[in-house]
């Protein structure tokens, strides 16, 4: 079975500053898709950014991008000028090629953006 | 565009009743799932469907049926409620079960408390 494993519970950063969370995972399959979602105060899940697996290049959305190192089965996120409203729980996800299981998550890291 | 709707938000039951939670999406996704999330946890996959008339179980199905009579509808039924199914609960669906190119559009959750 798959697993995926945030060690870091809790990360704080200053506005303005970047910060990464980590995330790395355990598979056998050599085709898998990586995701992080963002879980605000709200409750609400938002993807953040996604990454195939047997693309070599790491995704980017606008302050939000991916460093992805297959053979170590690593996938962290960096937040470049960190905003008030990056504040929630990040969860790394990951979801095999063509499986209807749906995602494996991790358990997630509170972010705390210090104004 | 309403996307994934989920009802109730909230929900307090004792030990022994049931209820379903209602999920529904308009966007003509073929791929419906529940997931459930419990403090200091990722969320765990409960049930999913790949279309109408096709359910199967995912990594914590005990306690929770299914069915998918329509493409729009996916209910969770909880037969008897333990404490144990205390937690928030997630509807997700997407385009098909190929997760880069169709990410899962989440509702916004059901809390519900065991008591």
């Known amino acids: 079975a798959q697993t995926v494993t945030q060690s870091q519970p809790e990360m704080s950063v200053q506005e303005a500053e970047t910060v990464t969370l980590s995330c790395t995972y355990d598979t056998s399959e050599s085709d898998y898709y990586l995701f992080w979602y963002k879980q605000p105060p709200s409750r609400q899940m938002i993807l953040v950014i996604r990454q195939e697996a047997y693309k070599q290049q790491n995704a980017t959305e606008n302050r939000f991008s991916v460093n992805f190192q297959k053979a170590a089965k690593s996938f962290s996120l960096k937040i470049s000028d960190s905003q008030l409203g990056d504040a929630a729980m990040y969860f790394c996800?990951?979801?095999?090629?063509?499986?209807?299981?749906?995602?494996?998550f991790g358990k997630g890291t509170h972010l705390i953006i210090q104004p | 565009n309403a996307g994934v709707t989920q009802t109730p938000k909230f929900q307090v039951l004792k030990t022994g009743q049931s209820m379903t939670l209602q999920c529904a999406q308009d966007?003509?996704?073929?791929?419906m799932s529940w997931y459930r999330q419990d403090p200091g946890m990722g969320l765990r996959l409960i049930h999913y469907s790949v279309g109408a008339g096709i359910t199967d179980q995912g990594e914590v199905p005990n306690g929770y049926n299914v069915s998918r009579s329509t493409t729009e509808d996916f209910p969770l039924r909880l037969l008897s409620a333990a404490p144990s199914q205390t937690s928030v609960y997630f509807c997700?669906?997407?385009?098909?079960?190929?997760?880069?190119?169709?990410?899962?559009?989440f509702g916004n959750g059901t809390r519900l408390t065991v008591t």
């Open positions: 966007m003509n996704h073929e791929y």
């Open positions: 997700a669906s997407s385009y098909s079960n190929r997760g880069y190119n169709s990410p899962l559009h």
């Open positions: 996800a990951y979801s095999t090629g063509g499986g209807a299981d749906g995602l494996t």
